[in-house]
């Protein structure tokens, strides 16, 4: 995993500034699902709540998910151990994971249409819809950074710098982030269900 502090004086560890502002983030989307979930939990319980089975690609994808954050970690395993090509190749192999991500995502939502659970119906639809909508929307996101990361490698020469390590980490952070917020996510589907 990678390592949150890095500067030191005088024997303590302090956390780089950007670093703290996502871990700040991603401590507010968390919250922002617990709201969601928390909703889910709240309406269930009164009732007119219709049960279904989540269909199977949202657990397919949960493979691909939890493979693209052991891709990118290994990436970053490489570049920071002077190996270009393996680096370049797992980066580019991590962000088409992403996209088949948000691809069997939307597959699913298809899936659940077609077994008659749809958005504007049942309560219970509409949430688990709503839910992965926005956590794909946070892929989203980290493909946009999985991206400017891809634009550095192949744009510009290779160099382990203090700079560009950073600004993979703090991809590698959020990326994991929603890994395991999708881990959560879908724990929680199939617990209440």
């Avoid at 949150?4 to 699902?33: D, Q, W």
């Avoid at 709240?42 to 691909?64: H, K, M, Q």
């Avoid at 980066?91 to 088409?96: A, D, E, R």
Wanted: proline letters at 2%; hydrophobic letters at 55%.
């Amino acid at each position: 995993m990678v390592a949150i502090s890095e500067n030191t004086k005088g024997g303590r560890s302090k956390m780089h500034s950007k670093k703290f502002a996502l871990i700040v983030a991603c401590a507010s989307i968390t919250m922002m699902f617990a709201a969601f979930t928390s909703a889910y939990i709240v309406r269930r319980a009164a009732g007119n709540w219709l049960e279904f089975r989540l269909p199977t690609v949202f657990f397919v994808n949960t493979v691909v998910i939890l493979l693209s954050s052991i891709t990118l970690q290994t990436s970053y395993h490489f570049f920071k151990n002077g190996k270009e090509f393996m680096y370049k190749g797992l980066l580019v192999f991590s962000f088409l994971l992403g996209l088949l991500f948000l691809v069997l995502q939307y597959q699913g939502w298809l899936d659940m249409t077609a077994i008659g659970v749809e958005l504007t119906g049942n309560p219970s639809g509409s949430f688990v819809y709503v839910i992965s909508a926005v956590h794909a929307a946070h892929i989203l996101g980290g493909l946009a950074a999985i991206t400017v990361a891809l634009v550095q490698a192949f744009s510009l020469k290779y160099r382990v710098t203090p700079k560009r390590k950073l600004r993979f980490e703090l991809t590698l952070i959020y990326w994991h982030f929603v890994d395991f917020l999708w881990l959560y996510l879908l724990t929680f589907f199939v617990i209440q269900s």
